[in-house]
């Protein structure tokens, strides 16, 4: 019977860790560039982890609920989920009864909205004649 170690499973979930912040990096970079320019790569790795705590804290497991949780961030704050501005952000959060997809994408689109945030332009190839 194969048998995996304590020290291979870590390194296992180490190699999972760094290729899921590797994503949420490009993630970042692609869908709010504006907002993240200012952040080295290792910034947002770090942010990406602080948040993902932080997300856990409130239910949120996937990556898509974690990366709406970190995009929310940078839309209107790093500590958004305590600031008095967005009490809805807590009222979100803490609202168990509602699956923690929906809530995330809520969050998400609240914080779009209270932002501002507009997506960028995808490159709309030229017609050709």
Request: glycine letters at 6%.
């Given at each position: ?30 869908h ?60 979100i ?17 609240n ?19």
């Amino acid at each position: 019977m194969l048998k995996i170690r304590d020290e291979h499973m870590q390194a296992f979930q180490a190699q999972t860790r760094t290729q899921f912040e590797e994503r949420g990096v490009r993630h970042l970079r692609t869908h709010l560039p504006e907002q993240t320019a200012p952040f080295s790569d290792k910034d947002l790795r770090t942010r990406i982890q602080t948040g993902g705590v932080r997300a856990r804290t409130y239910g949120f497991r996937s990556e898509r609920q974690i990366m709406s949780f970190v995009d929310t961030s940078f839309l209107i704050g790093p500590d958004f989920d305590h600031d008095r501005r967005y009490p809805w952000a807590q009222e979100i959060l803490l609202n168990r009864a509602i699956p923690a997809n929906r809530r995330a994408g809520t969050l998400l689109g609240n914080a779009a909205r209270a932002s501002g945030y507009r997506a960028p332009q995808a490159a709309v190839p030229a017609k050709e004649m």
